[in-house]
């Protein structure tokens, strides 16, 4: 049962993706798109994974909890400030189409990296709860899987500027979408409490890092220089309401 809803909770992803394609791909839905993932990925780090987290490292020292955040967390910003040397096609100043489409895809890559590592954590969660208690797996998944809808639009609007194809879009999501599963099967196969208790914590840290990196470095230079300060405006604050709604739901 608990690997069907980790299964799933893929949807919700692939239900941002529906909306983006849905909507007009134009400079101001770019613009919007930009902003809109900055106001998502602030609460997500602020309101949802900092406490998770937290929670997860128990030392039995609050001190020596935030040391290891801090540490993980600077680990997984460094990790993926070495990964991004790797991934071509990225330019910060965008002057032509051409330069344009590489960026959003360099964005779509590093995003998506982070997301993965992010549901794969939220599958082991998932896969617990929904064996242990179904209806308290239920209600969670209904809140995981909404809060997954903003990060597929995200991912989503980034990878389909980049290739204007619907087609490929959807295939990069739909491999996304299949990593809260991957993480439900890991607990079915390696049940060992201990084990993953450790794995979640490092996964959780390093996830925390790597999405400071995307918010401060890939996403708030593009939101201070984007002309349309009203579109960004109203993509951060429906950015941080929408995944408000769903953390709290």
């Excluded at 400030?81 to 890559?109: A, C, V």
């Excluded at 896969?127 to 998944?141: C, E, M, Q, R, W």
């Amino acid at each position: 049962m608990g690997l069907l809803f980790t299964l799933l909770l893929g949807i919700f992803i692939l239900m941002g993706a529906f909306i983006v394609f849905v909507s007009k791909n134009n400079n101001k839905f770019i613009q919007f798109s930009v902003s809109f993932a900055f106001g998502v990925i602030l609460m997500l780090i602020s309101i949802d994974l900092i406490p998770e987290t937290y929670e997860t490292i128990d030392t039995g020292n609050g001190i020596y909890n935030i040391l290891y955040i801090i540490v993980g967390a600077a680990i997984g910003f460094l990790f993926l400030k070495i990964l991004d040397t790797f991934i071509p096609d990225h330019e910060d100043d965008i002057e032509t189409t051409e330069d344009d489409e590489r960026n959003f895809r360099h964005l779509g890559l590093v995003s998506s990296i982070a997301l993965v590592l992010h549901n794969l954590v939220e599958g082991m969660a998932i896969y617990l709860l929904v064996n242990s208690d179904l209806k308290a797996g239920i209600l969670a998944s209904i809140g995981v899987g909404l809060h997954n809808i903003p990060l597929g639009m995200m991912i989503a609007s980034f990878f389909y500027k980049a290739s204007n194809s619907k087609k490929k879009t959807f295939l990069y999501l739909f491999g996304i979408s299949l990593s809260t599963f991957i993480g439900g099967l890991a607990i079915y196969f390696f049940p060992s409490g201990k084990v993953l208790d450790l794995v979640e914590g490092i996964s959780l840290c390093l996830t925390l890092g790597m999405l400071v990196y995307i918010l401060l470095l890939e996403l708030l230079p593009k939101v201070i220089h984007q002309e349309n300060k009203k579109i960004t405006k109203l993509g951060i604050f429906l950015g941080i309401l929408l995944l408000l709604f769903t953390i709290f739901l």
